[in-house]
């Protein structure tokens, strides 16, 4: 089955942003190379994951509203304002994921590290935001690696959504990472200094700043932190209930950091992603007749394209293949 276009419609951006723009929100899911475990919850590697976020996050400006990461898949919710922005941001995170988690200290993985392109989820509605943000904060929990979601030691956004933590990790809204000047760590290579100190003189601390997921915007921060409460809380409880009821228990923290990060699990799930996340019957039938026309109209414009049939243009909420051989629409 072919990967589906990237497709960002009009009518799915009905949301606003913290930087004034009208956006949809996307769960974006990535998963590690043969399922391996090169997300292992070490510090390092959350820091590093972290500060990957936060650094593309200066860069390409955009709201991110949670993220988990387990040991060989995450996910993340963040805020677009067309396809082109939803790729600059997967682009951007997964390729400097992918390189920082190679480094000797962390796997020491010499081949790639994601398995596949990430996959970009629509989320439609003010239910299915909420819906999304708990599954999200759910992982780690509903497993049973940890009985709590802000007890996972990876890269997770229970602690910063909750308020809870060390002042370090754990700040209301904003979590802390690393993130390593590529650009001077090659400039040191030629200079007679030490492999671990020149790292340490490119590391640099960088913040992640989330947003109110966009439904709940106006609510207070006091409220919104008690929101996140007690979603935290009902996952907890929700997982507990079902361990009582299969006779289960928890793997806990001190055991899954004795894998290591080459570990390949036998057995995965590996369910196919749908392209939207929608409770709304009525949207559901206009995303699926839009995708039809939208992907019918890309491939007529590939074909004109490729035969060289004069100005060819491709159809809005995608991204053209390429820029140089379109011709401006003005």
């Known amino acids: 089955m072919p990967r589906p276009l990237r497709y960002v419609p009009q009518e799915a951006k009905t949301w606003t942003d913290s930087y ?13 190379y043969q399922s391996r475990y090169l997300f292992r919850p070490s510090p390092e590697v959350r820091d590093a994951i972290v500060g990957v976020m936060a650094h593309v996050q200066k860069r390409v400006k955009f709201d991110i509203y949670g993220y ?13 304002t067309d396809a082109k922005h939803q790729g600059d941001i997967m682009r951007d995170v997964h390729s400097k994921i992918s390189t920082e988690l ?19 989820i629509l989320v439609a509605g003010e239910d299915d935001l909420v819906a999304r943000l708990k599954y999200c904060l759910a992982n780690s929990t509903k497993e049973h690696l940890v009985t709590r979601p802000d007890r996972w030691g990876g890269a997770h956004a229970a602690k910063a959504l909750m308020g809870c933590g060390n002042g370090v990790h754990g700040r209301f809204l904003e979590d802390q990472g690393v993130y390593i000047d590529r650009t001077l760590l090659d ?46 809380r009902n996952i907890s409880d929700e997982a507990a209930r079902v361990r009582r009821n299969e006779n289960r228990s928890v793997l806990g923290m001190a055991r899954v950091l004795r894998y290591h990060a080459h570990h390949r699990p036998e057995k995965t799930a590996n369910s196919p992603a749908p ?15 839009a995708y039809r026309a939208f992907s019918d109209a890309y491939r007529q414009a590939m074909s004109a394209l490729h035969k060289k049939l004069g100005p060819v243009f491709f159809p809005d909420g995608g991204i053209p293949p390429g820029y140089t051989y379109l011709v401006d629409r003005r």
């Not at 988990?68 to 677009?80: E, P, Q, R, T």
């Not at 190679?102 to 970009?120: H, M």
């Not at 492999?195 to 106006?218: I, N």
């Not at 392209?275 to 007749?289: G, K, N, S």
Request: glycine share 6%.
């Open 102 to 120: 190679k480094r000797e200290e962390l796997s020491d993985w010499t081949g790639g590290v994601l398995g596949q392109r990430g996959r970009p």
């Open 187 to 232: 400039a040191l290579k030629h200079k007679p200094i030490p492999k671990a100190q020149a790292l340490k003189m490119c590391s640099k601390p960088v913040t992640l700043r989330l947003s109110k997921l966009p439904c709940w915007a106006e609510m207070s921060d006091e409220a919104y932190r008690q929101e996140m409460v007690a979603l935290c």
């Open 275 to 289: 392209m939207l996340h929608c409770c709304c019957p009525t949207f559901r039938a206009f995303f699926r007749e």
């Open 68 to 80: 988990a990461f387990l040991s060989n898949h995450g996910s993340y919710l963040i805020g677009v």
């Open 20 to 32: 004034g723009r009208k956006v949809a929100v996307v769960e974006v899911t990535i998963r590690a």
